[in-house]
């Protein structure tokens, strides 16, 4: 499949025109993404009509592309249908081809789909920018093998850690990850139970256990009062990872609200041309 390097496919919409887009998942009513897009367009000053779309797995080609007859612009995609965009777009940028999954999609005159994964540049947006961590020759280490995973891998790794842990429940699928990103630098693999007593500078939680109000089975001398924890879990309150980071005594924890406003203001970029102003948004969603 091709790939598009560092493309940036847009089609400049004059300022008078309403512009269409919207984010397409199963279940989508939670989404955050409309209020995050239309502050976006209020900062860029155009009409902005962002929506929020249902699909079924069975559906979502045919919902897609009738989006797209409707006038639609691009669409941000979330769970499940992640690895279904990736297997639809005619073009991907090497962030998506690494992840294998697209959470951005652009279209050009023709119908074609345009795939980008902004997720690991907005946890990378996050990290260096908002949170001001320095990533390079620091050790890393990720909980979880699955997509979450994969999504941020390519971006961490550019920035030349000393090294990167994958631990997983299920060591082969750790191993897998760890060896198709053996090229783009130092990753290994190990399962829960096999971490070594050294503390890690960074630990980030890829799990889905917040979302079932869990922890991974992780020791504590994972971590030390230099380490810093991040969870790509977003929550009103602390996640379960941020609450035994926090009284290890970390140097500091967040969650992923950050990755999710940055993630989205690199998917307006690529549609728009036009980089928004985060800070704004940390200050709408959390007054």
Same mark, same amino acid.
């Given at each position: 499949? #091709?790939t ?25 009513? @939670?989404?955050k $993404? ?20 249902? /699909? ?6 045919a919902?897609?592309?009738?989006? @797209?007859? *409707?006038? =639609? ?7 499940? +249908? ?29 119908g074609?789909? +345009? ?30 093998? =699955?997509? &979450? ?9 550019r ?21 198709? +990103?053996?090229? *783009? =630098? ?21 799990? &889905?256990? *917040?979302? $079932?109000?869990?922890? #991974?089975?992780i020791?504590?001398?994972?971590? /030390?009062? @230099? /380490? ?6 977003? $929550?009103?309150?602390?996640?379960? +990872?941020?609450?035994?980071? *926090? ?10 609200? =950050? ?7 690199? /998917? !307006?970029?690529?549609?728009?041309? !036009?980089? #928004? ?10 007054p």
């Amino acid at each position: 499949m #091709p790939t598009a390097h560092g493309t940036i496919w847009h089609r400049k919409i004059p300022k008078t025109t309403v512009i269409k887009y919207a984010v397409i998942g199963n279940p989508i009513q @939670h989404s955050k $993404s409309p209020q995050i897009h239309n502050a976006f367009a209020h900062q860029e000053g155009v009409a902005l009509e962002y929506t929020r779309m249902l /699909s079924e797995p069975e559906d979502f080609i045919a919902h897609v592309n009738a989006f @797209h007859a *409707s006038g =639609g612009l691009g669409l941000n995609v979330t769970v499940p +249908f992640k690895i279904a965009a990736y297997q639809n777009c005619s073009l991907l940028d090497d962030y998506a081809q690494a992840a294998q999954a697209v959470n951005t999609i652009s279209f050009n005159s023709d119908g074609d789909w +345009f795939g980008a994964n902004t997720d690991g540049i907005g946890l990378l947006q996050d990290l260096t920018h908002n949170l001001r961590l320095e990533l390079q020759q620091q050790s890393i280490l990720i909980l979880g093998a =699955g997509g &979450s995973a994969r999504g941020i891998l390519l971006p961490l790794l550019r920035q030349h850690p000393q090294q990167i842990t994958i631990a997983n429940r299920t060591l082969a699928k750790a191993e897998l990850l760890a060896e198709q +990103f053996a090229t *783009s =630098g130092n990753v290994r693999a190990c399962a829960y139970e096999q971490l070594d007593s050294m503390p890690y500078d960074l630990v980030i939680n890829a799990t &889905s256990a *917040s979302l $079932s109000q869990d922890l #991974p089975p992780i020791p504590d001398c994972i971590v /030390s009062t @230099h /380490s810093f924890c991040y969870d790509l879990a977003y $929550s009103d309150q602390a996640t379960v +990872f941020m609450q035994w980071a *926090s009284r290890l005594g970390v140097a500091g924890c967040s969650d992923g609200i =950050g990755m999710l406003i940055e993630q989205a203001a690199e /998917s !307006y970029a690529i549609w728009r041309g !036009y980089r #928004p102003d985060t800070e704004q948004i940390f200050k709408l969603l959390r007054p």
